[in-house]
């Protein structure tokens, strides 16, 4: 279902000087700001490879197990669309729960990675769930069972403990994890609002 | 080798550091549009192994901890490729690609990837481009190019974010200028120059990945001459339309030139001078007017003299001598207009009271001196007053050369016994440097009219002996009498008086233009005594106060259409040496308006 009417107030706690934001406009800051997470994990990725592992070439090696490899994803096109708008945005928001404390205990231990991933991760976070709020208020989203709106519910035990995983593959699976984030937006995006960029 | 293969087959990615292997080994392995893959291998030096079968490719997806070797789904032997169909694509998987042979296995670990890592989208298609503006100059100019994204990268779900860069360079050169890389389906390019040909091709990749896919097609782009065109064609409508305005404002002019002039060149009235039809002044005849002016043979006054006296409250007649022939006319500067009137020049000899040789004589008056009354030199100088009338109009020959004789009789310098007189003062009384017209100050009770100070003349006045001036006075009598003469209407009946002193000189050399004489009429035969009598008989030794005998107060008309005018005052002592002269009550030549009514046809 297209949104035709998306400019409804997100403001429902009575905010003093909240400003609607359309929906459209809530999905293009949203999509910036998961291309810009991409973006610096990629360089991160690219950096790591040149500068401790200079013998490698791009495709990289096989075996990195990532600690959100539990966590359903589509892996396909076809798979993305078949999903349902909840389920998209379920996934999204695991992936961005999940990857929070790693990436702040990355930030504190290690000297390498001055770039403050968690945070980033984090204002995406938010806005993703402000955006599936906005969608619940609109009608969008009409499976209730979905418990988008309680983020605690997401929190899965994962078979590998991110502790484990050395820096590189923090890496490397953040790095594929951003991608994966930033294209079930786009898909949700284009369903919901196809106006530009799609 | 898959050389022929649709994907540049020089684009082989090797180890970073390493030379290709030796052993069988995958060359590359790409996706086009992050939903199937490819690889190519080669057998390396193995060339026993490059029949087909001879290598087989296995893969592992490695999706969960018990994934298995699998081989190639589908198998491009002409190729030595092996594609991955969207079955068995799966994104944000680790692929690993192994080669193995009978008995062999040929694994390379670097040969692990992910797809979205191997994406190289197609290029974009349906390049095109459009002007976007020239330069003043008229040299350069700016293309937009479009294009649209490749077919096979499904950009509208949102599947596939990508960015595109544009290069572009001269044709036959070897240097491609490449723009910077951004997500938009056009880009504008600068500073391309006329009359160069360029070529352009885009190719594609990923937004967040660095490989790059092929370049598209390239098109061409050249801009000729053909831009400045348009200003041209802008001039060529402008020069029309204004030549245009213009003859539509010329044929305006033409058809509606007479009220076109009326506006722009108003008649300008003509100077009107009294009992003179402007007409024969045009025509230039002399002879007739001067008929008019002279009484038309029913003589005194022009037929059309009593409307004139009715309009008018004085007569004025307005006589001016003929153009000096040598001086240049009027516009010697030298020469005033009395003095022309009066015929007296300082270059010329045209002065009247030379020696009358042909001249009738009359008794001299108690000054005992004859007089000439020339009536060829009235005549002449009648035709030179009337002439000068024209001012500026061209004279009839004949005229001119009647007028030519009157001059020669009048250039007649002064004889002998007036040589004196000429020689210490030149023959001019000097009142005629004074100008002919002057303005009237005040209108005396009795009728006169008084004159504001026009320009006093003095020149070459000497003190000279009273002999002299005897003879001055003499001449200048003379002169008068030469003068009213010729600016009478002769009475030919001589009844009553026939003198229309228009002026009557002073008798002094030296005149005040602001006192005139009077001259009273008296009925006396035209005789020199008469004429004389009505010769200014002012002191003429007032050197500065005497009066101007310009005009003679008409005091009536006689039967005969003469005017009758008063007859100056009776001449003071001779022995009077200066002063105080009395002023002249009556000046000469006007019609006072109570004598008007007096005046009769």
């Given at each position: 279902m297209l949104c035709s009417v998306c400019t409804a107030p997100v403001c429902t706690n009575a905010q003093v000087g909240c400003h609607a934001v359309s929906l459209n406009n809530l999905f293009d800051r949203i999509i910036q700001h998961s291309a810009k997470m991409h973006r610096v994990s990629n360089d991160l990725h690219q950096q790591f490879e040149l500068h401790v592992l200079p013998s490698r070439n791009q495709v990289g090696r096989g075996g990195h197990i990532c600690h959100t490899s539990t966590i359903m994803t589509p892996n396909g096109k076809e798979n993305a669309q078949r999903m349902a708008r909840e389920g998209l945005t379920q996934v999204i928001l695991q992936l961005l729960m999940a990857w929070t404390d790693p990436l702040m205990n990355l930030h504190h231990s290690s000297t390498n990675v001055s770039v403050d991933m968690s945070s980033m991760v984090g204002e995406l976070r938010r806005g993703v769930q402000r955006l599936a709020e906005k969608m619940h208020t609109l009608g969008?989203?009409?499976?209730?069972?979905?418990?988008?709106?309680?983020?605690?519910?997401?929190m899965t035990s994962h078979p590998v403990p991110w502790r484990l995983m050395n820096l590189y593959d923090i890496l490397y699976c953040f790095r594929r994890d951003s991608n994966k984030v930033h294209n079930y937006l786009r898909i949700l995006k284009c369903r919901i609002v196809p106006e530009h960029g799609c | 080798m898959p050389l022929n293969s649709p994907w540049n087959p020089l684009i082989i990615r090797l180890s970073s550091s390493k030379v290709s292997p030796l052993e069988p080994h995958f060359t590359d392995c790409v996706s086009r549009e992050q939903e199937t893959f490819r690889c190519w291998w080669s057998p390396g030096i193995f060339q026993n192994l490059s029949s087909p079968g001879d290598l087989r490719v296995f893969y592992l997806k490695k999706e969960s901890l018990s994934s298995e070797w699998k081989e190639c789904p589908e198998y491009i032997h002409s190729n030595r490729e092996c594609f991955f169909d969207r079955n068995h694509t799966a994104i944000w998987i680790t692929y690993c690609m192994q080669l193995r042979s009978q008995n062999t296995r040929y694994i390379n670990e670097d040969d692990c990837f992910t797809v979205e890592n191997i994406v190289r989208p197609d290029p974009p298609v349906s390049l095109n481009w459009t002007l976007l503006n020239v330069s003043p100059s008229g040299l350069s100019y700016d293309v937009v190019v479009i294009w649209t994204p490749p077919p096979s990268a499904d950009v509208r779900v949102g599947w596939m974010r990508i960015e595109y860069e544009v290069q572009y360079r001269e044709i036959n050169t070897t240097n491609w200028e490449a723009l910077e890389v951004q997500p938009y389906t056009k880009q504008t390019i600068y500073g391309l120059h006329v009359g160069k040909e360029y070529e352009v091709h885009i190719r594609c990749k990923m937004q967040g990945f660095s490989k790059y896919g092929d370049f598209s097609d390239s098109i061409f782009i050249q801009v000729t001459d053909?831009?400045?065109?348009e200003p041209l064609m802008f001039i060529l409508v402008l020069v029309l339309g204004i030549v245009g305005v213009l003859i539509l404002i010329m044929l305006i002019a033409i058809t509606q030139q007479h009220r076109l002039m009326m506006i722009l060149l108003p008649p300008v009235p003509a100077p009107k001078i009294k009992g003179i039809d402007s007409e024969l002044l045009k025509k230039g005849k002399l002879d007739d007017l001067n008929f008019f002016l002279n009484g038309g043979g029913f003589g005194g006054l022009p037929p059309y003299a009593p409307e004139f006296y009715h309009d008018e409250p004085w007569v004025e007649f307005i006589e001016v001598e003929a153009e000096d022939r040598d001086g240049g006319g009027k516009d010697d500067s030298l020469t005033s207009d009395t003095q022309m009137l009066l015929g007296l020049t300082q270059t010329g000899?045209?002065?009247?009271?030379?020696?009358?040789?042909?001249a009738l004589g009359f008794p001299n008056n108690n000054l005992g001196q004859t007089s000439c009354y020339d009536p060829a030199v009235l005549e002449a100088n009648s035709l030179m007053l009337m002439g000068s009338l024209l001012p500026g109009q061209p004279e009839e020959e004949e005229e001119e050369e009647k007028e030519a004789a009157s001059f020669n009789d009048i250039k007649r310098c002064p004889t002998s016994a007036e040589s004196d007189e000429n020689k210490?003062?030149?023959?001019?009384?000097?009142?005629?440097?004074?100008?002919f017209y002057a303005q009237v100050s005040n209108v005396m009770p009795s009728g006169g009219v008084v004159l504001s100070p026009g320009q006093h003349v003095r020149t070459q006045e000497s003190s000279s002996t009273t002999e002299e001036e005897t003879r001055k006075k003499e001449n200048i009598i003379e002169t008068e009498e030469k003068k009213q003469t010729k600016l009478l209407v002769v009475n030919?009946?001589?009844?009553?008086?026939?003198?229309?002193?228009?002026r009557s000189p002073p008798?002094?050399?030296?005149?005040?233009?602001?006192e005139y004489q009077t001259v009273e009429p008296s009925p006396m035969s035209r005789s020199h005594g008469n004429q004389s009598a009505n010769i200014v008989p002012d002191p003429p030794r007032c050197q500065i106060f005497t009066p101007v005998a310009d005009y003679t107060v008409v005091q009536e008309l006689d039967s005969h259409r003469s005017l009758i005018l008063q007859p100056p005052p009776p001449p003071p002592p001779p022995q009077q040496s200066l002063p105080s002269c009395v002023p002249l009550k009556v000046p000469i030549g006007y019609i006072t308006p109570d004598l008007l009514g007096s005046l009769s046809p």
């Open positions: 969008l989203l009409t499976d209730p069972d979905s418990s988008v709106v309680s983020p605690e519910a997401l | 053909i831009v400045t065109e000899c045209h002065h009247i009271n030379l020696g009358c040789s042909n210490h003062n030149p023959v001019q009384p000097t009142w005629i440097n004074t100008d030919p009946e001589g009844n009553g008086y026939t003198v229309e002193n228009i008798p002094s050399t030296s005149v005040s233009p602001t």
